[in-house]
């Protein structure tokens, strides 16, 4: 599916796609097992277990796998795992994240051109909106969809339904915007063109997106290329 016209909404995800966050992800998982007396992980080996949510993330830190799911592991330690994270990632927000090159001068050309952007991540709520706003980028932002405020998580496409019936928009004038998988299919799935970026956190693995991209300015372009044919 292709860009044809200025689209009314472009919805990114977060991690990988806005900005490198893996450093303070990892720094916040490794103080969690450090105070739980388990094996800390490397940097990499959180970056190849961010993209499904916290709860998934510790899951898979617990169990030392990618493959391992949230029942894999003892439901009491991942309780506590969660509880320790929440609050080393909360006090960690300000510092340890850096903007993908091109992204915000992306933004700013999108608000200019009078394009709706807004964010869906799995990431939950309580830590996007702020860690958004230490981005500074929240003034480009027409809405914020965390992870934990509706049940679906990408891949499902709802909660990119959910983002366009607040912001009155048709579905089909919107893009889907991220650096996975789950993204990518989530924006099909949605009737959405989708657009891969192959910077962020997605393992190596192909992205099966209508537009592949290596930098953000290339999308930025393409977005105004399409509107001055609109």
Known sequence: MKISSRPQLIIF????????????????VQQSMRKLGLKVPSLE?????VGNGVNLLLARTLAGRFEAGIADVDAELLKQARVLFNRFYQAGLKDNFTLYPGVLDGLQAFKSLGIKCAVVTNKPDVFARPLLGFMGVTAYLDFILGGEVIPARKPDPEPLFYVCRQLRIDPAHAVMAGDSVNDIKAGQRAGMPTVGFTYGYNRGQALDADYVYDRFADFTALVQTSASCA
């Open 13 to 28: 995800d977060l991690d990988g796609t806005l900005a490198d966050t893996a450093p303070q992800l990892a720094l916040a």
């Open 45 to 49: 080996t959180v970056k190849e277990y």
